[in-house]
């Protein structure tokens, strides 16, 4: 069995693949700071797959820390790199916080995959690095315009160090994902989208309107040159987004990759708008969200959705999820949340 070491594992991607990983026969150990996600994720992963994952609370921005982890596991296979802050518009409000963490925690994992030999090593990176493109829908070739924010750029950031040091370690495999716009529950509901502070993304958003935490949404802006003026994003079901990590390092393992760094873009090709998403809740649960219509939020791109071909043909991987399916699971998760999912620790 191979061991895999996932940072961020506590995190919404992070432990959802993780049960993915775990289903497909890897061994897992976690490293979460848990300064914005808490280790109760882990019970949940526990009684969804019967695995107790071990966990080591380290901030990755600590280096000498994260070095002990890699000293006590000379065995680590593969790495999937979760671990970041990840909200836009506090990014922009904050640019440093977000340089600072994620850039330091990246380069301080690297170091440990060149000192310790790693053989696999994955990125979470995003479809906001395509910034306002105008290329439709997106392909890995697609060029990288000016990021819309800072969080973007970490991504970008990220990606070129990775890209640099690949250089030097010709046998180490590396993987950038680019994520689109994940949502939804595992089926179980045992674990979610664990937001603290208020969530920025829609779809908890739209679930935390439809329970009464939020007495109504804002869309933000009507006005986009888009089908019904609001935003388009590529909304991907996170099973599907999770199994794509479990497939990208088998593809690894299998030394089925032509380069030592590669990307894939990860979505189900299609956008929905705001309204549509609204809809698509609405739908799915029989429930009325109140929402109106407020300002552009700044730091969003007008419209972005993938085209995942190359994910597909190559990584073997299909997305089957729904927006149905996640509007469903997400509504089922916030009524269902369990309290370690309200504070961070
Ligand atoms: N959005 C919205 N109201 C909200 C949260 C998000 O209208 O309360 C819009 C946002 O402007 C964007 C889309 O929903 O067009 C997806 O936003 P999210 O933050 O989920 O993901 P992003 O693509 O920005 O990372």
Not at 23 to 40: A, L, M, P, Q, Y
Not at 64 to 85: C, L, N, Y
Not at 180 to 207: C, K, R, W, Y
């Amino acid at each position: 069995m191979s061991k895999i070491l996932v940072t961020g594992g506590c995190g919404f991607i992070g432990s959802h693949t993780i049960v993915d990983l775990l289903d497909n026969g890897f061994e897992v150990i976690n490293i979460d700071s848990n300064i914005r996600s808490n280790v109760g994720a882990l019970a949940g992963i526990k009684a969804i797959t019967g695995v107790e994952v071990p966990h080591y609370k380290v901030d990755l921005c600590d280096l000498s820390a994260t070095r002990q982890v890699f000293e006590e596991h000379p065995d680590i296979d593969g790495i999937v790199h979760f671990a970041a802050f990840k909200a836009v518009g506090e990014s922009v409000l904050h640019p440093l916080l977000y340089y600072k963490n994620n850039i330091n925690s990246l380069a301080n994992i690297l170091e440990c995959v060149q000192e310790f030999d790693v053989s696999h090593f994955i990125f979470s990176s995003s479809c906001s690095i395509y910034g306002n493109t105008d290329e439709l829908p997106v392909t890995e070739s697609t060029p990288m315009l000016k990021a819309e924010s800072p969080y973007a750029h970490t991504k970008q950031i990220g990606e070129q160090m990775i890209e640099s040091l690949s250089t030097v370690c010709p046998a180490t495999g590396f993987v950038a994902l680019r994520y689109f716009n994940p949502a939804g529950a595992h089926p179980s509901t045992l674990i979610g989208e664990a937001s603290f502070a208020a969530p920025t993304n829609l779809v908890p958003v739209i679930t935390e309107t439809a329970s009464g935490k939020r007495e109504k949404m804002m869309v933000f802006g009507d006005d986009y040159n888009t089908r019904d003026g609001s935003c388009i994003r590529d909304y991907i079901y996170i099973m599907d987004l999770a199994n794509a990590h479990t497939k990208a390092l088998q593809y690894l393992q299998d030394q089925k990759n032509q380069k030592n760094f590669e990307v894939f873009n990860l979505g189900i090709g299609e956008g929905a708008t705001v309204f549509e998403a609204i809809n698509a809740f609405e739908k799915a649960t029989g429930l009325s969200l109140n929402y109106e219509v407020a300002p552009r939020r700044p730091g969003d791109v007008e419209a972005i959705y993938s085209n995942y071909i190359y994910a597909s043909k190559t990584l073997n991987w299909t997305p089957k999820g729904s927006m149905e399916d996640i509007m469903r699971t997400a509504w089922q998760w916030e009524q269902n949340r369990p309290e370690w999912s309200f504070k961070a620790g």
